[in-house]
């Protein structure tokens, strides 16, 4: 099977590596061509246009920042023919953009169903992203197989359902992150040891895995090395508000975890991982 992955970046790159260890033949394109060159060594075909990676895939992924990113890339180059064609969305949009984008593709004559991912680069790496699927029960049969190569099933519903689990979990990323980042700041200036802070944390309800994950970097103010960098979780956290309200739903917390990833953005950590934003906790 041909298959190409439109954006090498953070997740894109490791997803093309382990597409290729399944033996598939993959035609990666990146905007920015310097990202995608080193795949060639490994196996990839380059492809130099979305039109060129497009025409020559039975099957499309994209693994694109935004929707701004996905319009610049499917829509602005005229020669992209999209009949017969079939397009994977795998990065996190609105529901209502992922409709959209949808309708668009089937008038051009091509299929269309989002499979956005949970996971970092290393869960892309080893195949083992949970993959949540939007789309048609017949979308999702004939396209399991491949998509398994990256990691674990789910088929949510149409198109829009997944998407919507998506900025759900994302959510839970930037507020747990906030939440225990407040703490976490409280009892340092208190001067509260932080040793029996976490002791009695993880024998609680209130604990979640990620609070040890990303203790060492809160403490030692490092945050190198991204695995979602802050710029994109704020990106996210502004597509759920945008939902929510949509859905009449109240955004005041969530609110003020924008204000806190903003604060960080504004200090230097947009391109620093998400955990950054214990940063900008301080005002």
């Given at each position: 099977?041909?298959?190409?992955?439109?954006?090498?970046?953070?997740?894109?790159y490791p997803?093309?590596?382990?597409?290729?260890?399944?033996?598939?033949?993959?035609?990666?394109?990146?905007?920015?061509?310097k990202k995608a060159?080193p795949?060639?060594?490994?196996g990839a075909?380059?492809?130099e246009?979305p039109s060129?990676?497009?025409?020559?895939?039975?099957?499309n992924?994209l693994?694109?920042?935004d929707a701004?990113a996905?319009?610049?890339?499917?829509f602005d180059?005229?020669?992209i023919?999209?009949?017969g064609k079939?397009?994977?969305?795998?990065?996190?949009?609105?529901p209502?953009?992922?409709?959209?984008?949808?309708?668009r593709?089937?008038?051009s004559g091509?299929?269309y169903?989002?499979?956005?991912?949970?996971?970092n680069?290393?869960?892309?790496r080893n195949?083992?992203?949970?993959v949540m699927?939007?789309?048609?029960?017949?979308q999702?049969?004939?396209?399991n197989?491949l998509?398994k190569v990256?990691?674990t099933l789910r088929h949510v519903?149409?198109?829009?359902?997944?998407?919507?689990?998506k900025?759900?979990?994302?959510?839970?990323?930037?507020?747990?992150?906030?939440?225990?980042?407040?703490s976490l700041?409280?009892i340092?200036?208190?001067g509260?040891d932080?040793d029996m802070?976490?002791?009695?944390?993880r024998n609680?309800?209130?604990?979640a895995?990620?609070f040890d994950?990303?203790l060492?970097?809160?403490l030692?103010?490092?945050?190198s090395?991204?695995?979602?960098?802050?710029?994109?979780?704020?990106?996210?956290?502004e597509?759920?508000?945008?939902?929510s309200?949509?859905?009449?739903l109240?955004?005041s917390?969530?609110?003020?975890?924008k204000?806190?990833?903003n604060?960080?953005?504004e200090k230097g950590y947009d391109?620093q991982d998400?955990?950054?934003?214990f940063e900008?906790?301080?005002k």
């Amino acid at each position: 099977m041909d298959v190409s992955l439109l954006g090498t970046g953070l997740m894109g790159y490791p997803m093309v590596e382990t597409l290729l260890e399944a033996n598939l033949n993959v035609i990666a394109y990146n905007r920015t061509r310097k990202k995608a060159s080193p795949l060639k060594k490994k196996g990839a075909k380059i492809a130099e246009s979305p039109s060129e990676a497009i025409q020559q895939g039975e099957v499309n992924i994209l693994v694109l920042t935004d929707a701004n990113a996905i319009e610049a890339v499917l829509f602005d180059d005229k020669k992209i023919d999209f009949m017969g064609k079939t397009i994977i969305q795998m990065g996190t949009i609105s529901p209502e953009q992922s409709e959209d984008f949808m309708k668009r593709i089937k008038s051009s004559g091509g299929d269309y169903f989002e499979a956005p991912v949970l996971g970092n680069k290393h869960h892309a790496r080893n195949g083992e992203l949970d993959v949540m699927v939007g789309g048609t029960d017949e979308q999702f049969q004939r396209w399991n197989q491949l998509l398994k190569v990256l990691g674990t099933l789910r088929h949510v519903g149409p198109v829009g359902t997944a998407a919507a689990l998506k900025l759900a979990l994302n959510q839970l990323i930037a507020s747990l992150s906030a939440s225990f980042g407040l703490s976490l700041k409280l009892i340092q200036k208190r001067g509260v040891d932080v040793d029996m802070f976490m002791n009695i944390l993880r024998n609680s309800a209130l604990y979640a895995p990620q609070f040890d994950k990303k203790l060492d970097g809160w403490l030692n103010s490092d945050y190198s090395d991204p695995n979602f960098p802050t710029e994109h979780l704020l990106k996210d956290v502004e597509l759920m508000l945008q939902a929510s309200r949509a859905e009449g739903l109240e955004t005041s917390a969530l609110e003020g975890v924008k204000l806190i990833l903003n604060h960080a953005i504004e200090k230097g950590y947009d391109g620093q991982d998400y955990s950054s934003l214990f940063e900008g906790i301080e005002k």
